[in-house]
């Protein structure tokens, strides 16, 4: 059942948990298993909150979220306006140490890498970011 | 809808005194603060071992482990460059949710997790 839901927010943390109810409830309607919905709805609210910590610096700014189901995929959009920031160069292969734990993107980025199968980054025609987080391997859908 | 986190208090006597939290609804970037405030509290207080009960937790991202990191510095737990280690900080009752996340950031080599209140609590 191939399909897409969007979501436009203000970028406040007290909308991190519309952000998780959003992915959840979207995913649970596209037919993802559990474990896929827990690991895709943390990996959003993970990078939803460097968006609005780092990426806006609490100033406020807007967030555009994207889910999408194809015939193999879910695959995720954030589009914002705030600095350019590309994930990959946070990418860790190893566990957080403890300065890990003095930023909220170093510890969160190692997350969503952990959490998603693929990571994409990309300009967008503003100047704003694009992040496509997708969920793809294995048995992701009941059915 | 905003996030929430509510935290119920109590005091548990084992080898020595024991501070329980049991936490209740989100812990993600909104509520952290809610978390270290109340634990700043009690450490003002003279509590210096605490157990976090995370039974009722529906939600916990990296913020809960910047938290805990936080409140384990506060504690007086070792903190070095490489590792964090925790003996006045402990968890209770992770769901299965939060334990993946746990496992995921490797922070269950940081903190001792139970599974039993009386087992944690004489852990101190």
Redesign the interface.
């Known amino acids: 059942m191939p399909g897409k839901q969007r979501l436009d927010i203000e970028a406040q943390l007290d909308n991190l948990s519309t952000v998780r109810r959003f992915i959840e409830e979207s995913c649970r309607e596209f037919g993802a298993r559990d474990g896929v919905i827990s690991d895709l709805r943390l990996a959003v609210d993970e990078a939803v909150t460097n968006i609005i910590i780092h990426g806006y610096q609490k100033q406020g700014g807007n967030i555009h979220i994207e889910i999408e189901r194809d015939e193999k995929a879910l695959i995720v959009r954030l589009r914002d306006d705030a600095v350019v920031f590309d994930p990959a160069s946070r990418f860790t292969a190893g566990p957080p140490t403890a300065q890990a734990f003095e930023s909220p993107g170093k510890l969160g980025i190692p997350l969503i890498q952990r959490t998603v199968d693929h990571i994409d980054h990309r300009v967008t025609e503003s100047g704003g970011n694009e992040l496509t987080l997708k969920k793809r391997n294995g048995d992701i859908f009941r059915s | 809808?905003?996030?929430t986190l509510r935290i119920a208090v109590s005091q548990e006597q084992g080898n020595t005194p024991v501070t329980v939290f049991r936490l209740t609804g989100?812990i993600?970037?909104?509520t952290q603060s809610d978390l270290e405030s109340k634990a700043e509290e009690v450490i003002g207080a003279g509590t210096q071992n605490l157990l976090l009960d995370l039974s009722e937790v529906t939600?916990m991202?990296?913020?809960g482990?910047?938290a805990m990191?936080?409140i384990a510095g506060k504690l007086g737990d070792e903190?070095?460059?490489?590792?964090?280690k925790s003996s006045h900080l402990k968890l209770l009752n992770p769901s299965a949710?939060v334990s993946?996340?746990i496992k995921?950031?490797?922070f269950d080599?940081y903190l001792d997790i139970y599974d039993d209140i009386n087992k944690a609590v004489n852990s101190f």
């Open positions: 809808m905003t996030s989100d993600d970037a909104n939600y991202g990296s913020a482990f910047r990191h936080a903190q070095s460059a490489t590792a964090i949710e993946k996340v995921t950031l490797g080599s």
